[in-house]
């Protein structure tokens, strides 16, 4: 059973930093698409960013070109997002997703397991 958990989430203000952790427990940490996804109130979830695991070529939603980052640490089993520059739209609950096989899609249908999310406040 898969099982993704979230960390890192807080308070900041504008111009500000975070960095949100994804561990993931209970799979072989291979052939799989990681993301990140953030869903502010009333609005639908969206993509943030994503990487197949291993690759070293991440997609951004261009809301966050140039300031966000997705890592992985294949070690710690581990999934990261460093958020710089961060600005009161960026505000929302953060969702790290997995999915087996290509990673070319923000569909949210088409990720298979979740974390539970963490929350990100930007405040101006």
């Known amino acids: 059973q898969v099982r993704l958990v979230e960390s890192g989430g807080g308070s900041v203000q504008a111009g500000g930093s975070l960095r949100l952790s994804c561990v993931l427990f209970?799979?072989?940490?291979?052939?799989?698409?990681m993301a990140w996804f953030r869903q502010a109130p009333g609005k639908e979830r969206e993509g943030v960013a994503r990487?197949?695991?291993?690759?070293?070529?991440?997609n951004y939603a261009d809301s966050v070109k140039g300031r966000f980052t997705i890592s992985q640490d294949n070690a710690k089993n581990t999934l990261y997002l460093q958020m710089n520059s961060l600005k009161p739209e960026d505000t929302a609950m953060y969702y790290c997703?997995?999915?087996?096989?290509?990673?070319?899609?923000?569909?949210?249908?088409?990720?298979?397991?979740w974390g539970q999310g963490t929350q990100v406040t930007v405040s101006s």
């Open positions: 997703a997995a999915r087996r096989g290509v990673c070319d899609t923000y569909k949210t249908t088409d990720y298979n397991y």
């Open positions: 209970g799979y072989y940490y291979s052939n799989y698409c």
């Open positions: 990487i197949f695991i291993g690759s070293r070529s991440p």
